[in-house]
């Protein structure tokens, strides 16, 4: 049986006995491990700390009886493990900033799905010290392979160094790309670095900081991929959200080479939840190109623009939320329609609508993965009692207009039949 298989098996137990009194050593003997060996997986395989999975499960689902259910609130605290009535209200209060009644009154809803994917890349969260170091720039034409070539002319300048080397990108200038790099502190280290590949030499003072850190192989395709995985799947689906600060890598040396990179992504407790609603919309309509194949987003995007700038040049400076669906390598992207347009026949593109209905729809402020977002919200309505359409789900991006042009809101949405378990 191999690591993911066993740690499944600890969630298991933790499922089964969600609403008692969990003994932990019992949860991690389920997955035949240790004690400290499970609270380390927990951080890796879900992003979240064994005490808070079980937190969130919890009240996710409490609210769910609160909303749904006619229960009183005392046999919806006892049934879902919580001391009492007044420890089901603190909780609820601090999760989602209503009291019980007012969230049940409420479009939103919150909800944490019971983990059920697998892990790609071991992700630990500590607190760390990073050391004094003397940070210096590194530029190169080529954007390509730059991180290489820094190191390699680090270690010219300093073949018997053997101190903790970290890097990051920087700004590029005058046409050239830049690679930041960073060396442990030294007056020594200091005074060969200044006046040769240490141009721009900076001090950077000791700091403290909460870091997601992963390690990857020394190769460009893998790095990418890894901080890909941290920022788009780990990140997404963790209990963080990214801190101030900057990432940066650290390069693990063998023998004058380097092997290995751990990735440090700063990181905080995140202190809100992505709003799930059922809503009733009226007719939306919106202007959509349809293409197919590894670029189809891409160019149904480009499509939809070409048509608007043809014909409807205006309707480009006043759009404010676009559309965004898949069918297998099929895309069909689109912008919102305000009001009735004519197009010519050959246009390439049509007038989709989004017919009136009862819908579940997911927001959040992330723009990362709309997949993840989509099978959230999918686990949610099976959870919660609701049946869907067959129709697919659609995605809309809407800005924040000449107040907030950086704001971007994303909805997923998908169609409900009007009566539950219906």
Known sequence: MNK???FRQSIDFIEEHLYED??????????????????????????HSVKEYIRKRRLSGALGLIKTSQ????????????????????????????????????????????FDSETIRQVTVTSETIPRTIQLKFYYPKQRGIE??????LRTL??????????????????LFCYE????????????????LGQELTEVPEFCSTFAKTAVRSDESEIGLAWDYLYLKWLRTSMFVQDDGRYFEEYLCKGGEVKKLLLYLPVRKRMDYDKISVICCADSKFLVSSREGEQAEEEASAAV??????????????AREWYVARNGMIYTCGVRLEQAIELPADSGAEVLLAAAGRYAVLESSSCSDREAFTALLDAWIQENGWSKEDLPAFTTYETGGQAEPDAITMRVWIRLKDVKNG
């Open 305 to 318: 623009l070409k048509v608007l700038s043809r014909h409807h040049p205006e309707l480009i400076r006043t």
């Open 22 to 47: 969990i003994p932990l050593e019992q949860a991690a003997q389920a997955g035949y491990t240790s004690l400290m060996q499970l609270y380390r997986d927990f951080y890796t395989y879900t992003g």
């Open 148 to 153: 290489h070539q820094a190191v390699a002319a």
């Open 181 to 196: 790099l960073a060396v442990e502190y030294d007056p020594e280290v200091l005074n060969r670095l200044a006046g040769s």
């Open 4 to 6: 993911s298989a066993r």
């Open 158 to 175: 300093l073949p018997e160094y053997e101190g903790r080397i970290f890097g990051r990108d920087g700004e590029p200038r005058e046409g």
């Open 71 to 114: 229960l009183p609130l005392a046999e919806i605290a006892y049934s879902c493990g919580y001391s009492s009535q007044q420890a089901l209200c603190k909780y609820v209060k601090s999760a989602t900033r209503m009291t019980p009644l007012a969230y049940q009154k409420s479009e939103t809803c919150y909800f944490f799905p019971r």
